[in-house]
């Protein structure tokens, strides 16, 4: 039987992910192993936002 389901690890070196609250949201760049590279919280206006996609980019 065919995988039904592709680990992340087996196709991305890191992950980008997000944790989402009202008034801020804090993004966390993480290896294959789980460990955190690099982490950000901005504010959840459009500054916030666009300061979330460059450390995404730039991830």
């Known amino acids: 039987m065919a995988r039904i389901v592709e680990r992340v690890a087996d196709r ?3 992950v980008v992910g997000v944790d989402t609250h009202t008034d801020t949201h804090t993004a966390a ?3 294959r192993l789980g460990g955190v590279l690099a982490q950000v919280t901005v504010s959840t206006d459009p500054d916030g936002l666009s300061q979330l996609l460059a450390f995404a980019v730039e991830h």
């Open 12 to 14: 991305c070196d890191v």
């Open 29 to 31: 760049v993480v290896d």
